[in-house]
């Protein structure tokens, strides 16, 4: 957000039509009004969703609005805290969904154990997790992971932000989709802002961003995923010495691993 082809007057005709539309309903909580918008700047009404959205944090990143607490506290009080004229939007942001689904098998669904997780600690980067090493991705749930959210003050720092951001994120044990998003936000056709609903169905665009995602050989690590590999490593041979020392102590003497008071 925003769209990079559809001018400020369309886009202050969208948030009238919303309003009307949310008005009309005596709507009185947290929505989302969707459109599509052809290439000529005509819009053509889809539906109201009357709930968060799974693309709520974008919204919040440019307006500065906490939309969770916004939503709670609407409920609360029955009132909003501003009016729609003190909303002010600044910026670009772009949000990434990470799967477990494997984009060369259709997209399908992955299951597994996570083994090693490296988020990245990045400048004008929002994380939407709950990951942590050792859990069980299941087939019981949803196979969305995180969700990446970036801002930068125009679309091509935004974009970059994200490229940045995917390259440094590892998860290890299960099969996600973070490559294939890498390839897809760099591509000539999103970097253009020439991209569209079907983009993906197009075939000879799907067989590029797949061969290009199969061209690394995941059997060659890189240096970084090497050192997370080791650090992964010596850390659980560090704390299984500590244990067995600890266990072989026990044995001997319980006062060494006490704290005097």
């Known amino acids: 957000t925003p769209c990079n082809f559809v001018s400020q007057k369309t886009l202050n005709k969208l948030y009238s039509t919303a309003l ?53 506290h609407i409920a609360t009080h029955n009132k909003l805290p501003f009016t729609q004229k003190e909303i002010v939007k600044t910026g670009h942001a772009i949000e990434c969904r990470i799967y477990s689904e494997n984009p060369s098998n259709n997209f399908s669904p992955c299951t597994g154990k996570i083994n090693i997780l490296q988020l990245p600690l990045e400048p004008f980067t929002r994380i939407d997790h709950d990951l942590e090493k050792e859990k069980e991705i299941s087939p019981f749930f949803d196979p969305m992971l995180a969700k990446i959210i970036t801002f930068g003050r125009n679309r091509s720092t935004t974009i970059k932000h994200m490229s940045h951001s995917l390259k440094n994120l590892h998860i290890h044990g299960i099969t996600t989709n973070i490559d294939f998003l890498s390839k897809l936000i760099t591509s000539d056709e999103f970097e253009s802002g020439k991209f569209h609903t079907q983009l993906l169905n197009n075939k000879k665009t799907l067989n590029k961003l797949l061969s290009q995602n199969n061209n690394s050989d995941i059997t060659e690590l890189s240096k ?27 044995k001997t003497s319980r006062w060494r691993t006490q704290q005097w008071k």
């Open 224 to 250: 970084e995923e090497i050192s997370i590999i080791a650090a992964t490593l010596l850390t659980k041979i560090t704390t299984s010495s500590s244990q067995k020392l600890t266990r072989n102590e026990s």
């Open 20 to 72: 009307k539309a949310v008005n009309a309903i005596s709507y009185e909580n947290i929505g989302t009004v969707e459109f599509i918008v052809t290439p000529d700047e005509n819009f053509y009404f889809l539906e109201i969703n009357t709930r968060l959205q799974v693309e709520h944090a974008i919204t919040e990143i440019t307006t500065g609005i906490d939309l969770v607490y916004l939503q709670l």
